[in-house]
């Protein structure tokens, strides 16, 4: 399974941005699907987490703002992020799991600015 994340760009502070990440197979069969992101010298963190059955988990940091999403006949999941904030500001990964396999998308540059 590959992944395709897309959807970043410059937003200003208290914007909405959405990004999707489009598999090149099935999802219908992967356990779990999550958005994390990553500054320079930081560890990568977990934004957003879904899994198969729809149940979903979320940073403290975003709950409330962000909304994760996945549509299976499209082989998709998004991530809805609201009230944007500055601190939101990094490149953001999709990330499938299958078993014990995992399956991470190219990286998508969220900016926002003050």
């Known amino acids: 399974v590959q992944l395709q994340a897309s959807g970043g760009g410059l937003v200003q502070s208290g914007g909405s941005l959405r990004l999707s990440c489009v598999a090149s197979?099935?999802?219908?069969?992967?356990?779990?699907l999550g958005w994390y992101r990553q500054v320079p010298r930081k560890q990568r963190e977990l934004v957003a987490a879904?899994?198969?059955?729809?149940?979903?988990t979320y940073a403290d940091s975003v709950k409330g703002r962000f909304t994760i999403s996945r549509d299976n006949a499209k082989n998709t999941v998004y991530l809805q992020m609201n009230s944007l904030k500055p601190e939101d500001t990094s490149v953001y990964y999709c990330?499938?799991?299958?078993?014990?396999?995992?399956?991470w998308g190219q990286g998508t540059l969220v900016t926002v600015s003050s």
């Open positions: 990330k499938g799991v299958r078993g014990s396999s995992e399956y």
């Open positions: 197979g099935s999802i219908s069969h992967i356990n779990a």
């Open positions: 879904i899994t198969s059955g729809g149940s979903t």
